[in-house]
């Protein structure tokens, strides 16, 4: 089985690089399912139901998100209302709208999508590895796909240490920066510290560089806005071993136009 996961999806520019090459790279590489983080594609930041609804459009299966997932409060009856629209498992809240994971039924398999977010740098989240412990009890599916959506690169690493032989792969996500770390670790899971994102390529993760210089060189207070230019999607290709739940290869992609860059790590 062929799992793609996209990294961030950064506003319109993301939506639109998504929209015109997400078909055909699917195609290309007999996927069977695709993961998207649409946590900013929303102009500005955050997600929208007309976000959501334009990324399940261009092919995905299932959006993940992450720390600007409810920073718009429109998409609250949408988590509600669509289970394959995810916000992180790990909220303090339980009565929070939406759900953190979702099993995607394939007919001859089922694949558990889990979205975590960590707690380095990041504030308002229970401790994600508690949090999957206590959620790993109770999913019975050997097929398992998380989402982390993290600052600290060591977390990342940590979570999937902790978690090799228990789950298929953990893939980072919230950073915005494509890793040059995919691999397969001993027990069968693949890693990737970040995904990297899905908008602009000349710009500050996303953003129009002279806002981000702007509010970083003087302090001031600066509204974003999505930098302008050639567009790259930033994409990860998990082939996996649906019987075992192990993964057999990870290869990190660049798609500029219709040119693709990857670098694979085998089993």
Do not use: W
């Amino acid at each position: 089985m062929n799992i793609l996961f996209v990294g961030d999806v950064v506003s319109d520019a993301g939506r639109k690089m998504l929209s015109k090459h997400l078909p055909a790279l699917k195609k290309a590489y007999g996927v069977d399912l695709c993961i998207v983080n649409g946590e900013n594609s929303a102009a500005g930041n955050g997600m929208l139901p007309s976000s959501a609804d334009e990324i399940f459009l261009s092919g995905a299966d299932v959006i993940t998100g992450g720390n600007h997932t409810f920073r718009r409060h429109e998409i609250i009856k949408y988590l509600e209302e669509n289970q394959y629209a995810l916000r992180p498992y790990n909220v303090l809240n339980s009565d929070a709208a939406g759900r953190g994971y979702v099993i995607y039924d394939m007919g001859k398999t089922q694949v558990c999508i889990i979205n975590l977010i960590g707690n380095a740098y990041i504030e308002g989240y229970a401790n994600p590895f508690y949090a999957i412990d206590d959620l790993l009890k109770r999913v019975d599916c050997k097929n398992i796909i998380i989402d982390f959506h993290a600052e600290a690169t060591a977390e990342k690493a940590a979570l999937a240490h902790y978690l090799d032989g228990r789950v298929t792969a953990v893939i980072g996500t919230h950073t915005h920066v494509r890793t040059a770390d995919a691999r397969i670790f001993p027990n069968g899971l693949a890693f990737i510290t970040d995904a990297g994102m899905t908008g602009p390529s000349f710009s500050v993760l996303g953003v129009d560089p002279a806002r981000a210089i702007d509010r970083m060189k003087n302090s001031t207070p600066v509204r974003f806005e999505t930098a302008s230019g050639d567009c790259k999607m930033d994409c990860v290709l998990i082939k996996i071993d649906e019987k075992s739940g192990k993964a057999l290869e990870i290869k990190s992609l660049e798609i500029k136009s219709l040119e693709i860059t990857d670098v694979a790590e085998k089993r």
